[in-house]
């Protein structure tokens, strides 16, 4: 059945997430600047995290060959030169003691290693379960990502794993346009209807995968708070087909870790 059935997966909060930490991002990046001492709320950290990711995607010529460290210190100097600069004078204060001066280095680095040593354990978990997949299914990721997403799956021990790496940046398609989709069903070779697509985000993963006819399998996040709609109670039993609508009738399947996709069937018979 592998020549036909197909997952597909989001990259962040999907693959890099460690199974006891499923976040987003913006939250993932938030636990981090708190160990740091910088106690931001979500949305104050929110108007940094939007800069700085609006300035990565127009940046691709020039990170597409960075890896993940050199990526997330990246992100993490443009997240925090644009709160001090355009935050409110509450933010300005959270951050200034401890990002001002000399310490601006060593916050960085502090907060970039933090969320670097997560990721990384993130997807050494991922790879276990990919390897376990991959003599089922055809695989491939789908992402909006900064250019250089090829060479972080590479550096994780991933490419292996994945027929497709489409990379938002790099075809000029962000999710939830549904181009993005088709390009990676186009480069596997397979149909809508003999693929899933795996990922965090209703909005962004689910609904677009949804109305082009593949199956549609959320990975619940600790923290949903970037979704639209109130998803407080989405989801049923792990695994299970969701029953009721909950999940804003775009998401087939429910799970909370990815392991679960071993014992998953998502397809018609």
Same mark, same amino acid.
């Given at each position: 059945? &592998?020549? /036909?059935?197909?997952?597909?997966?989001?990259?962040? $909060? /999907?693959?890099?997430?460690?199974? !006891? *930490?499923?976040?987003?991002?913006? =939250?993932?990046?938030?636990?981090?600047?708190?160990? *740091?001492?910088?106690?931001?709320?979500? !949305?104050?950290? =929110?108007?940094?995290?939007?800069?700085?990711?609006?300035?990565?995607?127009?940046?691709? #010529?020039?990170?597409?060959?960075?890896?993940?460290?050199? @990526? +997330?210190?990246?992100?993490?100097?443009?997240?925090?030169?644009?709160?001090?600069?355009?935050?409110?004078?509450? %933010?300005?204060?959270?951050?200034?003691?401890?990002?001002?001066?000399? &310490? @601006?280095?060593?916050?960085?680095?502090?907060?970039?290693?933090?969320?670097?040593?997560?990721?990384?354990?993130?997807?050494?978990?991922?790879?276990?379960?990919? *390897?376990?997949?991959?003599?089922?299914?055809?695989?491939?990721? +789908?992402?909006?990502?900064?250019?250089?997403?090829?060479?972080?799956?590479?550096?994780?021990?991933?490419?292996?794993?994945? $027929?497709?790496? +489409?990379?938002?940046?790099?075809?000029?398609?962000?999710?939830?346009?549904?181009?993005?989709?088709?390009?990676?069903?186009?480069?596997?070779? +397979?149909?809508?209807?003999?693929?899933?697509?795996? $990922?965090?985000?209703?909005?962004?993963?689910?609904?677009?995968?949804? #109305?082009?006819?593949?199956? %549609?399998?959320?990975?619940?996040?600790?923290? =949903?708070?970037?979704? %639209?709609?109130? /998803?407080?109670?989405?989801?049923?039993?792990?695994?299970?087909?969701?029953?009721?609508?909950?999940?804003?009738?775009? *998401? =087939?399947? %429910?799970?909370?870790?990815?392991?679960?996709?071993?014992?998953?069937?998502?397809? /018609?018979?």
């Amino acid at each position: 059945m &592998r020549a /036909t059935r197909t997952l597909l997966f989001d990259f962040g $909060g /999907t693959l890099d997430c460690p199974r !006891d *930490a499923p976040r987003h991002w913006l =939250d993932r990046f938030l636990v981090h600047y708190r160990g *740091a001492g910088l106690d931001l709320t979500r !949305d104050q950290l =929110d108007l940094g995290f939007a800069h700085a990711t609006r300035v990565a995607y127009r940046s691709t #010529a020039s990170i597409r060959h960075f890896g993940l460290a050199e @990526l +997330v210190t990246y992100l993490v100097r443009l997240q925090i030169g644009h709160l001090r600069r355009a935050g409110s004078a509450a %933010t300005r204060d959270a951050i200034e003691p401890v990002a001002s001066g000399f &310490r @601006l280095d060593e916050t960085v680095a502090w907060i970039a290693q933090s969320f670097i040593a997560e990721t990384t354990r993130g997807m050494a978990e991922s790879r276990a379960v990919l *390897a376990r997949l991959a003599p089922r299914f055809r695989l491939g990721v +789908v992402s909006n990502f900064y250019g250089n997403l090829d060479r972080v799956i590479r550096e994780a021990g991933l490419s292996e794993y994945f $027929g497709a790496i +489409v990379d938002s940046s790099r075809i000029g398609i962000f999710k939830p346009a549904p181009g993005i989709f088709i390009a990676a069903l186009e480069r596997l070779g +397979v149909a809508a209807g003999a693929a899933a697509m795996v $990922g965090d985000s209703l909005d962004k993963d689910c609904a677009p995968a949804h #109305a082009l006819g593949l199956a %549609t399998i959320w990975l619940r996040a600790t923290h =949903d708070a970037n979704e %639209t709609g109130d /998803t407080r109670d989405a989801g049923t039993a792990q695994g299970s087909r969701n029953r009721g609508g909950v999940e804003r009738g775009v *998401a =087939d399947f %429910t799970i909370e870790t990815l392991a679960e996709l071993e014992g998953l069937t998502w397809w /018609t018979e």
